[in-house]
């Protein structure tokens, strides 16, 4: 039986590195929720980048200590599927 394997992008800030990980055939995109990380996001810029993920392809979001109310607002704008 044949497996294809599966291409997370993960820490994406910039529309340009988005629109590139669409056009290269990437299964998920991947969003970064940690104050220490050099690519963390706002809710809005969560939002932003969610809003140029296509119905194919999945919106991940990565939580590091992270506070209930922070992760359910995050949740709320970015809409991630994972």
Do not use: N
């Not at 394997?5 to 995109?29: N, Y």
């Amino acid at each position: 039986m044949f497996s294809r394997t599966r291409v997370k992008i993960c820490g994406l800030t910039r529309a340009q590195v988005m629109d590139a990980s669409v056009q290269l055939g990437a299964d998920a995109v991947g969003f970064v929720f940690y104050p220490r990380s050099a690519r963390m996001l706002s809710s809005a810029q969560a939002a932003a980048c969610r809003a140029r993920v296509p119905a194919f392809m999945h919106a991940v979001c990565r939580f590091v200590k992270a506070s209930e109310c922070c992760v359910r607002e995050l949740l709320e704008q970015g809409q991630p599927d994972l």
